[in-house]
């Protein structure tokens, strides 16, 4: 089955930094990949996502990078902001499976 | 819409104990899920109904049952509660894998 590494646990960077968090996954055949921010005391809200045929995508201050052949993608949070901190789960699956997610980010951004 | 919603909020139970979560969407979503979420360990999904009549196990499904009573709702049961349990539950939906899974507030249980 699908296993989702996530890197670093944990991020501090000060206010207007850029953030980067890192995914690896094992099964080559997934090709969704969302990103969740979770509030402290909050359920996990979708931020960003991207499939398998595209290689970045971009929101705002938020983008994402996928490689498959490397299998690993990454969430870029650019000039953070305080409300920026929480956590940050990826995940990933492929048609008919249930989303499996790494073990989650936690990011400060200090003012 | 209220979305995604669970009872209780809080339980708390003693070991040997049974109780039953509840979920409901009102989203007409296809698929629903349980996950736990304990510090350090992400969201771990102990069972998932990909559509009404059908349900799998997840990664941590032992001690737990579930039940999709209908396409709205998804129930998790535990039989024989016990402390390793003790965990915030949060029910998921979507309409179908490739899309926006919407959660619950989550419930948090404790087992002593």
């Known amino acids: 089955g699908e296993n989702v590494e996530q890197h670093p646990s944990t991020l501090s960077v000060q206010e207007g930094d850029s953030a980067v968090i890192k995914c690896t996954y094992s099964?080559?055949?997934?090709?969704?990949f969302p990103w969740y921010k979770q509030e402290l005391g909050k359920r996990p809200q979708l931020i960003i996502d991207?499939?398998?045929?595209?290689g970045e995508k971009k929101d705002q201050r938020i983008a994402v990078t996928l490689n498959k052949t490397a299998k690993h993608f990454s969430l870029h949070i650019t000039e953070t902001q305080p409300e920026d901190s929480a956590v940050y789960f990826c995940?990933?699956?492929?048609?008919?499976?249930?989303?499996?997610f790494g073990k989650g980010t936690t990011l400060s951004v200090s003012s | 819409n209220a979305g995604v919603t669970q009872t209780p909020k809080f339980q708390v139970l003693k070991t040997g104990q049974s109780m039953t979560l509840q979920c409901a969407q009102d989203?007409?979503?296809?698929?629903m899920y349980w996950y736990r979420q304990d510090p350090g360990m992400g969201l771990r999904l102990i069972y998932y109904s990909a559509s009404e009549g059908t349900t799998d196990k997840g990664e941590v499904p032992n001690g737990y049952n579930v039940s999709r009573l209908n396409k709205r709702e998804f129930s998790l049961r535990l039989e024989s509660a016990a402390p390793s349990q003790t965990s915030v539950y949060f029910c998921?939906?979507?309409?179908?894998?490739?899309?926006?899974?919407?959660f619950g507030p989550g419930t948090r249980l404790t087992v002593l």
């Open positions: 991207i499939r398998s045929n595209v």
């Open positions: 998921a939906s979507d309409r179908a894998t490739y899309n926006e899974q919407f």
């Open positions: 099964d080559s055949a997934s090709n969704y």
């Open positions: 989203m007409n979503h296809n698929s």
């Open positions: 995940a990933a699956n492929q048609a008919g499976t249930a989303l499996i």
